[in-house]
């Protein structure tokens, strides 16, 4: 049963391993030439994507604080009172 159990786990842990050990395309290298299939495909692909796109209304700026934000413009800030300014000039 060990044995098993043992086979399994190496079994698990050598997917990991192999898929690692496999060819990735870096920066710089040069890409395999497409198959005539395959242009047409992306170009299928473009046609039908470009078609979706116009399937989507057109929808005006969105504004998530619309509800909270009043429609009148800011008032402007409250202006020290004369109290405050002749206390706070009498201090110095």
């Known amino acids: 049963m060990r ?23 870096r920066y710089g290298d040069a890409a395999k030439p497409k198959s005539p299939q ?21 929808q005006g700026p969105a504004d998530p604080w619309g509800n909270v934000r009043g429609d009148s413009p800011p008032k402007p800030a409250a202006k020290a009172s004369s109290a405050k300014a002749s206390k706070a000039a009498g201090t110095n």
């Open 3 to 25: 044995v098993f159990l043992a086979a399994g786990i190496v079994a698990l842990l050598a997917g990991p391993a192999y898929a690692q050990s496999q060819p990735v395309p």
């Open 38 to 58: 395959e242009i047409a495909t992306e170009k299928d692909a473009e046609r039908a994507y470009q078609r979706s796109l116009g399937n989507i209304p057109n």
